[in-house]
């Protein structure tokens, strides 16, 4: 191995591909869901453990600035991450595997996230 080569660290200045971009994305999407799932079943017990708990929990994601931004930030994630994951499954049949297809796959996905986004922002504000 040459040990003269060149090595960049610098991930900033590496310029990925869109459909690199849009499978990292899915990734971080999924971590994202992962962690939620920790407020979510937060709110899920408070709702179960009885009528004023169902009160406090309902209240909470109605009132609570916090609570509807954290409850739209995974909205948003599950939604994206539904999309991404469309496409990986497309792509594992044998679909948008060339470089022209797979960007204008990647830019769909951007595209469909993007608006089920705006749509589920509309919704839970």
């Not at 660290?9 to 971080?28: E, F, G, M, N, Y």
């Not at 309902?58 to 539904?82: D, N, P, Q, R, V």
Request: hydrophobic share 55%; glycine share 6%.
């Amino acid at each position: 191995m040459n040990k003269k080569r060149p090595v960049n660290l610098d991930l900033r200045t590496i310029k990925q591909p869109l459909p690199a971009v849009t499978s990292i994305l899915h990734r971080v999407t999924g971590l994202i869901l992962f962690v939620g799932t920790i407020f979510m079943m937060y709110a899920l017990s408070l709702s179960l453990e009885s009528q004023e708990g169902f009160d406090a929990a309902a209240a909470l994601l109605t009132e609570s600035f916090i609570a509807k931004f954290i409850a739209w930030g995974l909205l948003s994630a599950l939604l994206y991450h539904f999309f991404a994951g469309i496409k990986h499954l497309v792509m594992d049949a044998g679909y948008c595997e060339e470089i022209e297809s797979g960007n204008a796959a990647a830019k769909a996905t951007l595209a469909i996230s993007a608006v089920s986004i705006v749509l589920a922002g509309v919704w839970v504000w």
